[in-house]
């Protein structure tokens, strides 16, 4: 299907941005595409108006791409922009502990025992159900109480 060309000085631009980039026409608009050496172009950046309708190519496109190329900044803004980025990981990972902390004191006291006696790797943990008490020692008050006033 062929559509509204294409002008050349577009195209020149375009190619001296870089010789993989193309233009090519899906049926309603120009599409500006990247071949990586293999298999289909990839689709870079679809070519329209604010509101969604055609509209021709021009130094839009190209200010766009080319604002995208980051092989064209100096060292200082992209390692500036790397650090900003793990600098918000770190962050979310803050925060997700922080998340993950909260929720966990929602739990019980003997559920939050058994995860810090499992990550710590104590033991099997404090079994909730079939629970063994350990056999009395010595005397109960009760018992010491029921002596003295047998003594009376």
């Known amino acids: 299907m062929e559509g509204p ?12 941005l870089d010789p993989r980039l193309g233009v090519r026409w899906n049926g309603f608009r120009h599409i500006i595409t ?32 080319a604002g995208g190329d980051l092989c064209k900044e100096d060292m200082k803004s992209r390692l500036r922009k790397l650090s900003m980025y793990s600098e918000k990981i770190r962050e979310k990972a803050r925060a997700d502990a922080h998340d993950n902390i909260k929720h966990m004191t929602a739990d019980s006291r003997r559920q939050l025992a ?20 350990p056999p009395k020692q010595g005397k109960t008050w009760d018992e010491i109480k029921g002596a003295d006033e047998a003594r009376t």
């Open 5 to 16: 060309s294409v002008s050349r000085g577009f195209l020149t631009d375009l190619r001296n």
């Open 34 to 65: 990247f071949d990586r050496g293999w298999g289909e172009p990839v689709n870079i950046h679809q070519v329209k108006n604010e509101d969604g309708s055609y509209r021709p190519c021009d130094q839009r496109d190209i200010a766009f791409v």
């Open 114 to 133: 058994n995860m810090v006696i499992r990550q710590t790797n104590q033991g099997k943990g404090n079994s909730t159900f079939r629970r063994i008490d």
